[in-house]
């Protein structure tokens, strides 16, 4: 619980900052500033709905819809928290850098310091158009993000030279897929591609590592069922070359009977 409360009071301090760079220096009217105020507590409170959800066992028919909207949104807000944090800092060196060049003129030449002369609303202007900019770029990220997160992973090929090796496994071919989280946004088409990429690879030996699913068995069993159909040759064809190993801190109802751990 206590974990919660960090998180909590942490999120809430990114999402404020965003709302006080973004939204108070736009001016806009009180009912559209509380709009938009109404709408960064809601981004705030939407990444945490599918966490309770599942730690309910709950599984509402607008769980997945949602899970997409609040995971999408939180990594879009934590973008542009950034990009602002990134901005502000900026602005406030490029001051520093000013004043102390007005200052520096005026020790060694003797001019006179020149007083900020930038037009307030010209500041303004300028900040808003920003911040704009920053929206549209947060925005463009996500979405390579999105993409990058659902397409089939790539097949990076390592070769791992050892010593003494015995001959019967010299080429010998282990395929490693690991941290699946099978869960709201992760279903069985993509755990289905991932299948079929490993299968044509014809590996000697595959290894499942890291967190398989992030729910329970009774939610996820149809969309980790393709796992089944992995294969990789053996001696004995009915028993394919398949190693589990799942670290402690996975969810233990998608503990498969036989699975490995590492601390056990």
């Keep these: 619980m206590g974990f919660f409360v960090v998180v909590i009071l942490a999120l809430t301090l990114v999402y404020g900052y965003i709302g006080w760079r973004m939204i108070v220096p736009a001016t806009f009217s009180l009912p559209v500033s509380l709009l938009l105020w109404a709408l960064i507590v809601a981004l705030l409170i939407l990444p945490f709905v599918p966490i309770f959800t599942r730690m309910q066992g709950s599984h509402p028919f607008w769980a997945d819809p949602l899970a997409w909207a609040a995971y999408l949104s939180f990594g879009f807000m934590t973008l542009l928290f950034a990009f602002l944090i990134a901005k502000d800092v900026s602005f406030l060196v490029a001051g520093v850098v000013q004043k102390s060049a007005h200052w520096i003129a005026h020790l060694f030449n003797g001019a006179d310091i020149v007083a900020d002369s930038v037009d307030p609303e010209r500041r303004r202007m300028l900040t808003n158009a920003v911040n704009v900019g920053l929206l549209g770029v947060s925005g463009a990220l ?3 993000g999105l993409f990058e997160a659902t ?6 090929e ?3 030279p050892l010593a003494n090796l015995p001959p019967a496994l010299d080429r010998f071919r282990i395929v490693q897929i690991t941290d699946l989280h099978v869960s709201h946004t992760i279903k069985r088409p ?5 299948v079929d990429t490993v299968n044509s690879l014809n590996p000697d030996l595959v ?9 329970s068995v009774a939610r996820l069993r149809d969309d980790v069922a393709p796992l089944a159909d992995l294969t990789a040759p053996t001696v004995d064809s009915s028993s394919p070359a398949i190693m589990i190993i ?8 998608m503990r498969p009977p036989g699975s490995v751990s590492p601390c056990s």
Excluded: F
Excluded at 207 to 215: I, N, P
């Design 142 to 144: 996500t979405g390579y």
């Design 151 to 156: 397409r089939t992973p790539r097949v990076i």
């Design 158 to 160: 390592v070769d791992v």
């Design 190 to 194: 993509w755990v289905q591609a991932v």
């Design 207 to 215: 290894a499942l590592t890291g967190d398989l699913a992030d729910g």
């Design 246 to 253: 799942i670290p402690e801190s996975s969810n233990g109802s």
